[in-house]
């Protein structure tokens, strides 16, 4: 099969080295026609502090030299911010039975899930839309070690047909049929993990941010079931696993923004120094909202946001939540 991967951004392009190992044929495909001729002209790819060396199982293209014909399956790698001007891009690239993958996390800014803003910008069903996410840190994954994944579509069969064709031996993926709650587990985990780096910038413990951790994990499962989620999936590798990864590793870009916003810096200076996307910054002040028009208490997700977008101070934010009114584990 032949897979096309939109964004060459360093997890669609970690994706393209680690799906190339197996029988496929990778399309890593570009928009940005400098950086192309920058990658053809070489000998590697350079993602992160990693050189991949180039292969001929992965061609590099321009978006405009790209059609995706039925039998193609297509993954959407960019960042949420991005999203829309990318299918824009694309929508008169696709057929009715263009098989899609959305590797992205977050929302769009009305506060859709990821596939529901593909199905509507590209005018196909939801039935073709699946959602692939886990406990993946890229640099883990280019350094040659395992991890696995969760790939759902609304279809069982047809998430177990594509499980098999992008599995190999260094990415298992397992199978599963719940597309919005794979979602919305693998963006409110990032939210989380803002607030673990502050924890441990703060030295404040273990204790502490497992705490975080597990009443993080509670926010997640009310919001998710709010819109029809299966709550066990939040608590396999679109969920747990996923949040567990970003909320230990220093390797997870959420964290490190936590950890920056806990040395003094704001979400505007480091979103300059880094020239990088903070999907947890995103997603952030579109679930605060949510959650406060559906009357959801999400106490961590509205600490964060206010730490994010209000310049809160950290340290009144932690005080915050410790002081809040005793309550039973269920709520």
Known sequence: ?????????????????????????????????????YVKSGTFIQVKDFKIPKSPKINHLHIEECNFIEKDLLIISVPSPTLENNLELIKNKISDDTQIISASKGFDKNGNTLSVLIKNKLNISENNIGVLSGPNLSSEILMGKPATSLLSFNDI????????????????????????????????????????GIIDKMNLGDNAKSAFISR?????????????????????????????????????????????????KTLETYKKENKVTIEGANASKIVNNVALKKGLEMPIINMTYKVVHENYNPVDAIKEFMSRNPSKERN
């Open 1 to 37: 099969m032949i897979i096309n991967i939109l964004g060459n951004t360093t997890w669609g392009t970690t994706l393209a080295k680690v799906l190339s190992n197996g029988d496929n044929q990778v399309n890593l495909i570009y928009k940005d026609k400098e950086k192309l001729s």
């Open 157 to 196: 069969n047809k998430a177990d047909n594509f499980r098999d064709i992008i599995s190999n031996e260094i990415f298992r993926v397992y199978s599963g049929n719940d597309v919005i709650g794979s979602e919305i587990g693998g963006s409110l985990k990032n939210i989380i993990a803002i607030g673990c």
């Open 216 to 264: 993080g994990l509670r926010e997640i499962v009310r919001f998710g079931t709010t819109f029809n989620a299966k709550e066990y999936t939040f608590y396999g590798l679109s969920g747990i696993g996923d949040l567990v990864a970003t909320c230990v590793s220093n390797l997870s870009r959420n964290w490190q923004f936590g950890y920056a916003l806990a040395s003094g």
